[in-house]
């Protein structure tokens, strides 16, 4: 999947490990209306799972290397494993370049993957 052109970053997550890791990560959760997130592997294997709805069938399962991303869309159910105990991921958040919440984190942009 692939974020839509007129979608600019406009937030990233701290870069997380085993020991750093929001537990809501581990769990089902969804991206907010409007937002794209961008899951950056920095080191380690993170797998990535997709769910058709909330408390839905798996729909997707994609292991993700160093170095490799993977998309979650608007709204859309997942959650993510550890795979080695190196992993480190980082999470970009896009949104469309003319919606207010580019507007609300105007000063916060930042376009690399740290």
């Known amino acids: 999947m692939l974020i839509p052109k007129d979608f600019v970053h406009y937030k990233s997550s701290l870069i997380m490990n085993k ?3 929001p537990k809501l990560f581990l769990f089902e959760h969804n991206t907010k209306a409007g ?11 993170l797998k990535f799972y997709g769910f058709s709805e909330r408390r839905g069938i ?3 399962e994609l292991i993700i290397h160093r170095g490799e ?15 080695t105990e190196n ?5 970009k958040f896009y ?8 507007i609300d984190n105007s000063s916060e942009r930042n376009t690399d993957c740290e």
């Open 95 to 102: 949104a469309h370049k003319s919606s207010q919440i580019i």
């Open 58 to 60: 798996i729909e997707k």
């Open 35 to 45: 937002v794209y997130g961008e899951i950056c592997v920095l080191a380690g294997s």
């Open 19 to 21: 020991n750093n890791v």
């Open 69 to 83: 991303i993977a998309v979650s869309a608007p709204e859309y159910w997942h959650k993510v494993e550890f795979l």
């Open 87 to 91: 992993t480190q991921f980082q999470v």
